[in-house]
């Protein structure tokens, strides 16, 4: 994508995204094609930026830049948290008063303090985790549930940029607490393909690839069958779209939030074994693999 050039003296959209990974490193190719937008990258990891059309710098500087929007994606609550407490970031918010959205799968008690601790700077908090994973961010097709107590006109432009779906929530936390009941589901989903697709051949012998075919590709089952059977048969987990890791902890802020509930106990013990089996960081479908749980 080639961005827009700037046009006269007319002042760019300051876009600071914080936090580098497989979602932000999809999603930055949008956001430099937006017309009259200047994109800064705040990384402690990287050494040189990831494209030439962002800038690179640490996230103690981010109240130089003086952002006009801050997208956040991290980790989990503790990174999250020290990026927006950091007192670079609390003086930019203070000074500039930023459209704030928070991509990331934090806990609802994160995300209901992160809303105040915004507004106590007279930013504004958009909370908006995203789900798609990595295809979704290089397509621009995330979807987006997302919270803000105010429209804000900056924060819609750059939600539009790489989101093709936005569901409006109603009350802080409520976003939070959607998509680790969403992400819960799925993982269970998920970790039955492991249970049931090596029946398949055991059952049905030569049959077994006209049931592949049906699977993935007719009935209810198919969208998820078409997306990720063929890499749990062809066990590639490398590269991931998502990594394990992040969906073991989904899964723990998913118990916090529901309870020890006997399905979400068993999902949950089958990613963390995941993890120990194939690394942190393999793709979240090696839940999938054989001896994985």
Request: proline share 8%; hydrophobic share 40%; aromatic share 8%.
């Amino acid at each position: 994508m080639t961005p827009s050039p700037l046009q006269g003296d007319r002042p760019a959209t300051r876009i600071l995204v914080a936090g580098y990974g497989a979602l932000t490193s999809g999603i930055l190719p949008h956001l430099t094609s937006l017309p009259e937008a200047a994109i800064t990258l705040a990384s402690h990891h990287l050494a040189a930026s990831p494209d030439p059309l962002v800038d690179l710098i640490q996230p103690d500087q981010v109240d130089q830049i003086r952002p006009d929007v801050i997208v956040g994606c991290f980790a989990d609550d503790e990174r999250s948290r020290a990026f927006w407490e950091h007192r670079s970031t609390a003086a930019a918010l203070t000074d500039c008063r930023p459209a704030c959205i928070e991509l990331s799968t934090i806990s609802p008690t994160w995300a209901e303090e992160w809303h105040e601790r915004l507004q106590g700077h007279g930013a504004v908090p958009v909370e908006s985790p995203v789900t798609g994973s990595r295809p979704g961010a290089r397509a621009g097709t995330l979807t987006a549930f997302v919270y803000s107590p105010a429209v804000d006109e900056r924060a819609k432009r750059v939600l539009a940029a790489f989101t093709r779906n936005r569901h409006r929530f109603t009350a802080p936390g409520r976003p939070a607490r959607f998509k680790l009941l969403y992400n819960a589901w799925g993982a269970a989903i998920l970790h039955s393909l492991g249970v049931y697709a090596p029946l398949l051949p055991q059952h049905l012998g030569e049959d077994a690839a006209i049931a592949r075919e049906i699977v993935t590709t007719d009935g209810w089952m198919s969208v998820i069958a078409s997306a990720k059977l063929e890499r749990i048969l062809g066990g590639d987990y490398s590269d991931p779209d998502f990594a394990v890791t992040h969906m073991a902890k989904d899964l723990h802020y998913a118990r916090d939030l529901l309870g020890s509930l006997p399905l979400i106990d068993l999902t949950l013990d089958a990613f963390e074994k995941t993890v120990e089996v194939h690394g942190p960081y393999a793709d979240f479908t090696a839940v999938a693999a054989p001896g994985s749980s």
